[in-house]
């Protein structure tokens, strides 16, 4: 009599974790390349912050890397599985349409055996590189949170150590100007750069004191805001220039005395 047929076994798929992983490794890219951009004004940034923000690039790169490498390693273990995995129930089906003949059922079974035990080996290996990219991933998001939380520290260097800097930060939705002597933040959504009197009044002191300038730090996500900041500066002939900064973190003005940006 046929044995009773056995229920195959489930076959691992992927597919959500990938596409996880693939967002992962689309916002590393971001990251990388809003700190790329940031490195354009490294003369109004201290050195030893822009030396440690280089390591940190290299090491985002060498972990992107290495998450790129265990995404091809997962999808071939994946895809090798899938393969074995079909072979497997194919012997099976081959061999319980033999039914009771020994001599065709014995060498099926020694290879229905061996199937077995490279689909069990590549599972285990299959978990073990999604454990390494956990890991891994863990800690880009670590670095990730501390890198956002470092201050970005602003000093007057290059050309700018003559100019009394007015400084003006550039982000998606709002503009924040940071009012002299104390630099107050005084924040004027994006919408109303235009028609805002804070910032017509900003511009004019720019303007009326003598080697003032208004220095644009401009953020990856408020490039249209500089824009219209530029051109609002323009309009008032204020002497005006721009700094790209990262994304993240928060604004250090204790090395730029404060005698040079008061009004």
Request: charged share 30%; net charge positive; hydrophobic share 40%.
């Amino acid at each position: 009599m046929p044995r009773p047929r056995r229920r195959s076994a489930t076959a691992l798929s992927l597919f959500p974790f990938l596409s996880v992983l693939a967002c992962i490794i689309g916002t590393l890219t971001l990251l990388i390349t809003a700190t790329a951009i940031g490195e354009i004004g490294h003369e109004a940034v201290d050195e030893d912050a822009h030396a440690e923000r280089l390591v940190a690039n290299q090491q985002s790169r060498a972990e992107l890397e290495r998450l790129e490498a265990l995404a091809a390693e997962v999808t071939r273990l994946e895809t090798e599985q899938s393969t074995a995995t079909s072979r497997r129930n194919a012997l099976r089906s081959e061999r319980e349409a033999l039914g009771a003949r020994p001599d065709r059922v014995a060498p099926l079974q020694a290879r229905l055996t061996r199937a077995e035990a490279r689909v069990t080996a590549l599972r285990s290996e299959l978990e073990e590189q999604i454990a390494s990219q956990s890991e891994l991933e863990r800690q880009v998001e670590v670095r990730r949170r501390a890198r956002a939380q470092s201050p970005i520290a602003l000093e007057p260097s290059g050309s700018g150590r003559d100019l009394a800097p007015h400084f003006i930060e550039c982000r998606r939705d709002e503009i924040i100007l940071y009012e002299e002597p104390d630099r107050r933040p005084s924040r004027v959504p994006a919408h109303r750069i235009a028609t805002s009197l804070d910032v017509r009044h900003f511009l004019s002191r720019v303007r009326a004191t003598p080697g003032a300038s208004a220095i644009l730090l401009n953020r990856p996500s408020g490039v249209a805001s500089c824009r219209a900041v530029e051109q609002q500066a323009g309009l008032h002939r204020a002497r005006h220039g721009r700094m790209p900064i990262p994304e993240v973190g928060e604004l250090d003005f204790s090395r730029i005395p404060k005698s040079q940006g008061s009004s």
